[in-house]
């Protein structure tokens, strides 16, 4: 196979942990053959920096053209000015939306190596094994925003809008992922206060209930689905919200995990059925991944950053972009080797224990991944 794929370093830490997904890529290559022809291009504060755009026409169209996307983290204390007329994270969504991915899938599972790391007890982790459906290219993101002085007061607003269409296809993306899992959906709205949440869960209920008779539905309360991530996180399967939502409650979620550093996402356009042609996807296929976590400017530059969910984030452009199911296992192997050897960044390192370095976890994937060996040919 030959894919080409664009890389977006993007801001902080953005541009080390995408170096350590490069190399997993090129790895993934030479160990079964296929050729990835990867490009860089800007987005985000960098870009704002360099050509005065945080997302430049050069890159929108080096996107259309591509396979698949990598993307690092965009933002920083540097593009803070909030009079500023251009942000890096307008440049992410202006991306999301001028390729129309919608559907935003943060899987969430616990890995047994890494349990100390959670702030949770390890009890309630057992059987951790959830995904995150956020809706990524509507509500109060997207809806129009005003900032106005009225009679000597400053007043702000942001429109929160959804269409039943927007909601049908992402709860349609919901329900098939959970067919492959467990069968059972949990559907996040604030519906005893938002009209566009009660408009979410009519029309949830009706999708499900004529299209997927097979799915175990349920509706949440976003308070309280907030609490149960917590109390009892090993009943979700799959969870489906609305953008902002799904903001907030993955990054919650990630917390299961241990680290934000290990929480890997896809963003598609389309339901990931139709994705597993095991063939080159078709125009218009293209997904955009990306680790949850920001650009941690904190951290930036000191080599310490967790490639980990860049690497996750890579085995889900195989899968869902590539078609390349069997490369994708075999990187989410190597990242469970990894963990299990406790080659990790400090993010995952028990107090007194030696820690390693951005690029040596990177270095230990691949080595990982070269012991599993060449991937039997289906
Ligand atoms: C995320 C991020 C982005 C979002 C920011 C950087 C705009 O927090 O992908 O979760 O809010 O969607
Ligand atoms: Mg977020």
């Known amino acids: 196979m030959h894919a080409t794929i664009t890389l977006l370093p993007g801001d902080g830490i953005g541009p080390e942990v995408v170096a ?36 430049p026409d050069e890159t929108v ?39 129309g991915l919608f559907a935003n899938i943060r899987p969430v599972a616990v890995h047994p190596s890494v349990i100390a790391a959670s702030p949770l007890r390890a009890d309630l982790l057992q059987g951790v094994d959830l995904l995150v459906v956020r809706e990524l290219t509507g ?44 069968g059972k959906v949990t559907s996040v709205d604030k519906a005893n206060v938002l009209e566009t949440s009660r408009l979410w869960r009519s029309v949830t209920s009706r999708v499900v209930a004529e299209e997927y008779p097979d799915i175990q539905l349920e509706h949440v309360l976003v308070d309280a689905a907030a609490m149960h991530l917590l109390r009892r996180p090993a009943d979700f399967d799959v969870l489906v919200m609305e953008n902002m939502f799904g903001d907030i409650l993955s990054d919650e979620a990630s917390m299961l995990a241990g680290s934000m550093g290990l929480l890997p ?8 059925d139709d994705m ?7 125009p218009g296929k293209i997904g955009l991944y990306e680790p949850i976590h920001g650009s941690a ?62 690029a040596e976890v990177g270095d230990a994937v691949v080595a990982a991944l070269a012991e599993i060996g060449d991937p039997v040919q289906a």
């Open 61 to 99: 169209a080096l996107c259309r053209s591509s396979d698949a996307i990598l993307l690092g983290a965009v933002g920083g204390p540097k593009w803070d000015n909030p009079r500023a007329t251009d942000r890096p994270e307008r440049g992410l969504l202006g991306l999301r939306k001028a390729l």
């Open 297 to 358: 400017p904190d951290i930036a530059g000191r080599g310490i950053a967790n490639p980990l969910a860049t690497i996750l984030s890579v085995a889900l452009l195989l899968r869902y972009s590539l078609g390349l199911d069997e490369e994708a296992r075999a990187v989410e192997a190597a990242v469970n080797t990894v963990l299990e050897r406790r080659q990790v960044t400090p993010d995952l390192a028990a107090a007194g224990e030696q820690a390693c370095t951005t």
């Open 139 to 182: 509500g109060i993101y997207f809806g129009a925003k005003t900032r106005e002085t009225v009679d000597g007061e400053e007043r702000a607003s942001d429109l929160c809008i959804y269409t039943a269409g927007e909601i049908e296809r992402i709860v349609r993306v919901a329900c098939e992922l959970a067919r492959g899992r467990r």
């Open 265 to 272: 996402s896809a963003s598609l356009g389309s339901a990931p």
């Open 276 to 282: 597993e042609t095991k063939q080159k996807p078709a």
């Open 20 to 55: 350590e997904g490069a190399k997993v890529l090129q790895a993934v290559a030479r160990r079964s053959g296929h050729t990835f022809d990867v490009r860089e291009a800007l987005m985000g504060g960098c870009a704002i920096d360099q050509v005065g755009s945080s997302l």
